[in-house]
């Protein structure tokens, strides 16, 4: 499921032909490319903990790999604030309309500069504005945070300034 989402592969088919291409690689892997009928069976019988677990275990791996080989660093912790839509199959997910034949949903993330890793994500209908979700985000005095118009709120803005949030526009 990885291969698919990293090469945006709309379908079971695309997913197999990629993985499929791919043959010589799988094969020092020690692992071949799916049945669509295998992959299709496993998406519908694997739990999302499953997938949540093995996250959560890359991400630490991850942080231990880089922890400490920073070349550049601000003074204040740095953070970057915006959001993806993700079309969905709306036969499959027919609570996700976004328009009259598609369905999405939008991922909004906050990645933390200090390793490059996302420290929060919130998912929504893919109709919910990004300005909506910023009030769940709670920051230290002193932290930069990078955005996109979509987040633009003035009164939004007064509060970090309160605070000593300092904003930046991307």
Not at 10 to 21: A, D, K, Y
Not at 48 to 60: A, H, I, S, V
Request: net charge positive.
């Amino acid at each position: 499921m990885l291969f698919c989402q990293l090469g945006r592969a709309h379908s079971l088919r695309e997913i197999i032909g990629g993985l499929r291409s791919c043959r010589g690689k799988l094969k020092h892997l020690g692992i071949t490319a799916p049945n669509r009928s295998t992959l299709a069976y496993a998406n519908g019988h694997r739990p999302w903990q499953l997938y949540e677990t093995l996250f959560l275990q890359l991400l630490d791996r991850y942080r231990i790999q880089v922890g400490g080989k920073k070349k550049f660093r601000f003074k204040n912790k740095l953070v970057s604030l915006d959001s993806s839509t993700i079309d969905l199959c709306l036969s499959m997910f027919n609570w996700a309309h976004f328009r009259r034949a598609k369905g999405t949903i939008k991922l909004h993330l906050l990645l933390d500069h200090d390793g490059y890793l996302p420290s929060f994500a919130v998912i929504t209908e893919g109709k919910v504005a990004d300005v909506k979700i910023v009030p769940q985000f709670r920051f230290l005095p002193g932290t930069i945070v990078a955005y996109d118009r979509g987040y633009n709120d003035y009164e939004l803005f007064g509060q970090w300034t309160t605070q000593g949030v300092f904003s930046s526009p991307e």
